[in-house]
């Protein structure tokens, strides 16, 4: 008998064990893997923003003339007269929040410069501040929609008192 052959045809080498346990174990992990795929890619991707409309207080609380900005929505409100307007606050080259100075606004981060209407005078932004929807809610506050841009001469006027 030669002692290179084994004795049983079932009796299994150290080494042959080793490469059998490492073959079960690397095709049980990509099963394992791929199952995992495609369970995730059943669960749907979606990221859920906050809405675009919220509420900005009533118009009587803003002074004539003046111009308030809403930090956490990042824009400003405009007051002059019976007139209201929203305008944004984030800077077109790369969404900076602008600064509110004695003739416009100036974005801090790369020197663009906007007028009173938010038209570009200098700097890198492509385009001018955008201007947002505002409607009176039925609880007479101002509604500001993020979603619908307007015009710059796009007003709400309400009524004047007598």
Known sequence: MNPSTPNDPN????????????????????????????????????????????KAGKPEDLADGSVTFLEDERVFLVRQGNTYRCLS??????????????KGYHCPCHGSVFDDQGNVKSGPAPRGL????????????????????VAADKYLVLPTKV
Do not use: Y
């Not at 346990?21 to 979606?46: C, D, E, H, K, Q």
């Open 11 to 54: 009796d299994i080498s150290r080494r042959g064990f080793f490469k059998l346990t490492l073959g079960w174990l690397a095709g049980t992990f990509a099963i394992i893997a791929s199952a995992a795929g495609a369970v995730r890619f059943l669960v749907p991707n979606v990221l859920f923003e906050p809405s675009q409309i919220f």
């Open 130 to 149: 955008a201007w947002f929807q505002v409607t009176l809610s039925k609880d007479n506050r101002l509604l500001v929609d993020k979603s619908r841009m």
């Open 89 to 102: 606050a984030i800077c077109t080259h790369l969404g900076c929040t602008v600064n509110r100075t004695e």
